[in-house]
């Protein structure tokens, strides 16, 4: 089973995953959202065929390889593993930072619109009627 063709395709598509990933790794840590590789066309095609040949690809394939061929497999998977887990990290740190940014903010919009209450007997502000109040006062 001559399978050495098939190992050199996924070295070469890791190989160019590892580019992009560590391309929107650099980018995540600039602030520059908008130019992630992996957003690229192009990528999510080479990484669903990555994901396809990975899938279906049985590791007695590369144990059977010759050794320098099955050392470089064994080296650019270590290094895409460990790419993949950057990004992932980075990707959550951004969405962790946005989405705060985003309930703070709501927090404060709320806060301002707030009513402002009163410790005297009667209440600084006109109460204003819910919507079940409006309803039962329709009917």
Do not use: C, W
């Not at 959202?33 to 957003?39: C, F, Q």
């Not at 040949?53 to 497999?73: H, K, V």
């Not at 887990?85 to 940014?101: C, L």
């Amino acid at each position: 089973m001559n399978d050495e063709p098939r190992i050199e395709r996924l070295i070469s598509m890791a190989e160019r995953l590892i580019v992009a990933l560590e391309s929107d790794i650099d980018s995540l840590k600039a602030g520059r959202t908008g130019a992630l590789m992996t957003a690229d066309p192009e990528i999510q095609k080479l990484t669903a065929i990555y994901g396809r040949e990975a899938q279906g690809f049985d590791p007695r394939i590369a144990q059977a390889a010759p050794p320098s061929l099955r050392q470089r497999f064994v080296a650019i998977t270590a290094k895409f593993r460990e790419v993949l887990q950057m990004h992932a990290r980075m990707i959550t740190r951004v969405k962790n930072a946005s989405e705060g940014i985003v309930h703070a903010i709501a927090r404060e919009v709320e806060r301002a619109n707030a009513p402002m209450r009163t410790y005297g007997p009667r209440p600084g502000y006109a109460p204003q009627s819910s919507g079940a109040m409006v309803f039962n006062k329709v009917v």
